[in-house]
């Protein structure tokens, strides 16, 4: 799992069925490479997440036959990306 930041949701008119009707996030990591997740948690921009990687980010959807390799797993309260630290409010 990684933690990473929304960045903007990604639309997309034409996209293929086995994506169903799942919301897209354009997510960045401190880095500032960027990827795209399927988001079941309804995050929003400027959040930071965790998400699930590779054949098990399918099983993060409520349907695991969802064509996913990277979906938000949660969104997270606090993160303070200078210290690396993740706190609670």
């Known amino acids: ?17 086995g994506l169903q009707q799942y919301s897209l996030r354009v997510l960045r990591n401190t880095s500032g490479k960027l990827q795209v997740a399927v988001d079941p948690c ?3 921009e400027g959040n930071w997440v965790f ?26 309260d606090y993160w303070d990306v200078d ?4 706190e609670t409010v």
């Open 1 to 17: 799992m990684e933690i990473l930041q929304v960045v903007d949701t990604l639309v997309c008119t034409q996209r293929h069925p």
């Open 42 to 44: 309804g995050s929003r």
């Open 51 to 76: 998400v699930i990687s590779g054949s098990a980010a399918r099983y993060a959807c409520e349907d695991p036959t969802v064509l996913t390799d990277l979906t938000v797993g949660g969104i997270i």
């Open 83 to 86: 210290n690396g630290q993740l």
